[in-house]
């Protein structure tokens, strides 16, 4: 069962490593993913401008979106680019938990969950950043691949350090003359 511990949490780390990698790739075309969650017309608008005025700075200074436009992207923008800044920051902190040894294998339902979880969302991310999909598809992905197991990574770290593990390996003596004598 140690193994099968051990290799679940070795998995756990690669796909979230993984995850990790592959939401960090998205931030560099945020500005596509953003265009795709507009209106048809300020979408149009965004378009006219050089490809590489995907930025808020340059678009404001360009003063050729309408203002509905400029407040739609501004508000896409803000909450897309919070969303990527918390997935990196909640995967980073799960790694290092992970690596300094606060998460152990002797959790197998947190590291199956775990798998399964960033290995979807991996999947996810992989989509996403392929289809430059809107930026509102990232809400799901966030929710369920990177807030939900980082939610039940710190639940386990709260029992860690409430006591409730490590797990003992040897039961209770079963009588006086099963403990040792100091």
Do not use: Y
């Amino acid at each position: 069962m140690q193994t099968l511990d051990g290799w679940l949490l070795s998995v756990r780390f690669c796909a979230a490593a993984l995850q990790l990698g592959l939401t960090a790739s998205v931030s560099h075309a945020a500005g596509e993913h953003i265009v795709r969650a507009m209106s048809l017309d300020c979408a149009a608008q965004v378009r006219s401008l050089s490809g590489t005025c995907r930025v808020t700075p340059c678009i404001v200074a360009s003063g050729r979106l309408t203002q509905v436009c400029l407040e739609s992207w501004k508000e896409l923008e803000s909450t897309f680019s919070t969303e990527l800044r918390l997935a990196l920051a909640l995967l980073t902190v799960e790694l290092l938990g992970i690596v300094t040894g606060l998460e152990g294998p002797c959790n197998s339902v947190l590291n199956l969950f775990g798998v399964f979880f960033h290995a979807t969302g991996s999947v996810g991310v992989l989509l996403f950043w392929q289809h430059d999909a809107s930026c509102r598809a990232f809400h799901v992905i966030f929710v369920l691949c990177s807030l939900l197991p980082f939610t039940c990574e710190l639940m386990a770290w709260r029992g860690l350090f409430s006591g409730a593990r490590p797990v003992p390996r040897f039961g209770a003596p079963e009588s006086v003359t099963d403990r040792m004598v100091a």
